[in-house]
């Protein structure tokens, strides 16, 4: 019996295995409040020290309040492991768990990059109100004909619109680096395909 560890014995083990809390509770404050600065959750995003502001007080909020009530719930199945020990575990887990949660949604605020798509899209509405403005029935009556290939120059694009007779077609040259974009008209009336398989 001896040599039995005594209950002070055995709490200062169960204090020393748990005492993750505090250590990370100042490295994941730091790294919240710069995740905030860089990868911010909200459009408008966060001054540095604006940041590591925000990310203590909330970091504080979940040891401080959130822990301990977890962790008041979880001894009370189990009534071997001291509350202090649950109390590391759980705001450990917290705070872990709500730095994985600022990346994700900064992440996830992150602009999405859709240049082509944009660029694309921008590129077919100025074609509509071109064709539309020109006023020609046979170009208005094919629009749907409409395919664009891109040419050698970045942001350029040759669109084509099928005529009546199919071996010909209305073409125009399409800059999207201007805005709007600016059509110039082909007076080549070889389609697409043609155009961009002859030698």
């Keep these: 019996m001896a040599d039995e560890p005594s209950f002070a014995q055995r709490r200062l083990r169960w204090r020393l295995r748990g005492a993750w809390q505090w250590p990370t509770f100042v490295v994941l404050t730091v790294a919240d409040g710069l ?20 990310s203590s007080f909330s970091n504080l909020f979940l ?3 959130i822990a301990p009530w977890l962790a008041r719930r979880l001894a009370e199945r189990d009534a071997e492991t001291p509350l202090e020990v649950y109390s590391d575990r759980v705001g450990t887990t917290l705070l872990a768990l709500g730095t994985v949660g600022l990346v994700i ?6 602009p999405l990059v859709v240049s082509e798509t944009e660029r694309t899209e921008r590129l077919g509405a100025a074609v509509r109100d071109y064709v539309r403005d020109l006023g020609a029935p046979e170009i208005q009556r094919n629009l749907e004909t409409a395919n664009t290939f891109p040419t050698d120059e970045d942001g350029y694009f040759r669109t084509c619109i099928a005529l009546d007779d199919r071996t010909r077609a209305f073409c125009m040259f399409v800059d ?15 389609p697409n395909a043609v155009y961009f398989n002859d030698p």
């Design 105 to 110: 949604t900064g992440l996830g605020n992150q």
């Design 35 to 54: 995740i905030l600065h860089l990868l911010p959750p909200l459009p408008g995003g966060f001054a540095l020290v604006p940041a590591l502001i925000v």
């Design 63 to 65: 040891v401080a309040a």
């Design 176 to 190: 999207t680096e201007e805005t709007p974009p600016l059509i110039t008209r082909d007076s080549d009336q070889r």
